[in-house]
């Protein structure tokens, strides 16, 4: 069983002061790896819905990144985007196998509500290297994502 989290890097480009928290890392849930015959991949959405290659095995659900932003001006418009440096999805200790990572599903504009918040929901997708090996690490994968927000 692996369990695969992602983790942001988050960064503000403004003149005026508001604060982000994340309230949810995007978490691909725990999956077991049934064929790596032919590359498998998993899929979450913004909203939570998931696609799944019939080669996995979803043990434990996986979850959309939600982040709050809030303290900025009622009704205030905020450009998104986001990006990786790597693809490659990081064992916590040494596997022959990986996971590669696309960031798929986010919105690229928000408006504050009449409070001053507002919230970004983050999907994306995992695949496997589809390379015939089974020789996953049973660890946690991870990878770092930037999220620009431009207000």
Do not use: W
């Amino acid at each position: 069983m692996r369990k695969l989290i992602v983790l942001a890097l988050l960064l503000f480009q403004s003149f005026v002061h508001a604060d982000i928290f994340e309230l949810q890392a995007l978490d691909f849930g725990t999956i077991a790896v049934t064929d790596n015959s032919s590359a498998a991949s998993l899929t979450i959405d913004k909203f939570g819905n998931t696609t799944v290659s019939p080669h996995l095995l979803v043990v434990s659900q996986p979850i959309p990144g939600r982040f709050l932003i809030d303290n900025l001006a009622p009704n205030t418009g905020i450009s998104i985007s986001m990006s990786h440096n790597a693809s490659t999805m990081t064992p916590l200790i040494s596997s022959q196998e990986f996971f590669t990572f696309s960031l798929t599903d986010y919105s690229d504009y928000l408006v504050a509500d009449a409070n001053g918040e507002a919230e970004l929901l983050i999907g994306g997708t995992i695949t496997t290297s589809g390379s015939g090996s089974l020789n996953f690490a049973q660890t946690d994968y991870r990878i770092n994502y930037r999220v620009i927000f431009l207000y």
